[in-house]
């Protein structure tokens, strides 16, 4: 099957009062347009093109980072509409690029992000088994104000569709409503397109008459009718943003539940579009996953914490309220509570950053402890090295950054002010309250303001 699919993302969307345009606008971690473009890749199309207007330049270069992102084999295409004349006349633009092309065009909405591929699927199906010229996807709404109405035919075909503006109130009453997706085989579209007249309230050129006129000069046209109105929800208003939102947030739990994690409280769980999440993990209360997030197998995420493009192995626990961000946990891991990484922080197998410590840049060895009250950045610990409470990495001077180095054993007191760039050897031991400005031998205590040299540790620390 040859399958180009037609995206329209040319219109401003004014209901959502804002200087971005509507597409641009996220839900769960990804631009609506993002949604779209996910969806429509699981169709495997020979290429992907969408129509741009408002804000174009912006919604363009998004557009093709997320194609290029989710696939980067798969050709795109961007194609101006510099006037807002309608869908038909949105579809006329990118002529030129399908100009010799056979095959299906998929037409969707760039502010429909909850489409699913499935639904689309069984729009494709129909369309070629029953070999149609255009093919449009319907569902009916409790409430269609707003949406263009299918009018059928006694027998139940397509009749024609007709605008909430320009319907009747015999029209109106109604509820099957267009969805605004459509495929269409290219080589009978734009004949048709080419027909469309803006006798209409709004003055535009509507893409649903070609529907009527394909009809009209003998061409069959087919109707799929979707039992999920909630799929086909466009995005006008921040209202309706977070109302998608919160379908998208059901759906995402579902899965995960249906996939074998736990949660807790699905209506205060906040997941985002691409995290993962292994089997017999279990999320708490209030918690928010967002980026590109992947949580292991048998992980523990308590309550009022946030993971933000983390990726957690197995059997990592993040205690309450903590914060992981663009960090790696190991296996065995443990965070928080009130426990801040960020910066690419690693923590390695086994490893526990405990209550109110920040980790900024740094790696943690195997089951090394950092348990209260610290700061460690631009650090790199190695294994079983334990940070008493207070400690801080002075790692900047005024002008640049510099690294802490604590070997393998290492003990630092409380309250320890380790003044980068400073290296404490393997096994070494820094008194409570010490100055470290210069770098520690292996198995040696230190101590004082500045720390000087106190004994020579006859064995290694464990």
Known sequence: MNLTVLILAAGQGTRMKSRRAKVLHELAGRPLIGHVCRTALSLSPSRVIAVVGHQGESVAEVFLNEMKHMAPDVPAATVFQHEQRGTGHAVRMAEALLAGTDGTLLVLSGDVPLLTGETLKTLLDAHHSDKYAATVLTTEMPDPTGYGRVVREVIGDFGHIVEHRDASPAEREIREINAGIYAFEIATLFPALEKITPANAQGEYYLPDALKILKHDGHPVGVVCHHAHEEILGINSRAELAAAAAYFRHRKV??????????????????????????????????????????????????????SNATLADNVTVKEHSLVFDSRLDTGATVGPFAHLRMNAHLRAGAVVGNFVE?????????????????????????????????????????????????????????????????????????????????????TLVAGVPATVKKKLDTPTQ
Not at 255 to 270: F, K, Q, S
Not at 278 to 288: C, E, F, K
């Open 254 to 307: 579902s899965e995960l539940m249906r996939d074998g994690v736990t949660v807790i409280d699905p209506a205060t769980t906040y997941v985002d579009a691409d995290v993962t999440i292994g089997m017999d993990s279990v999320l708490y209360p209030n918690v928010t996953l967002d980026g590109a997030t992947v949580v292991g197998e048998n992980c523990r995420i308590h309550s009022g914490s946030r993971l």
């Open 359 to 443: 980790v900024k840049k740094s790696t943690l060895g195997e089951k090394s402890k950092a348990m209260h009250l610290s700061y460690l950045g631009d650090a790199t610990l190695g294994d079983r090295v334990n940070i008493g409470a207070g400690t801080i990495t002075c790692n900047y001077d005024g002008k640049n950054k510099h690294a802490t180095v604590i070997e393998d054993g290492a003990k630092i007191g409380s309250d320890t002010m380790l003044v980068a760039p400073v290296t404490i050897g393997a096994g070494a031991m820094t008194g409570a309250g010490s100055v470290v400005t210069k770098d520690v031998p292996e198995h």
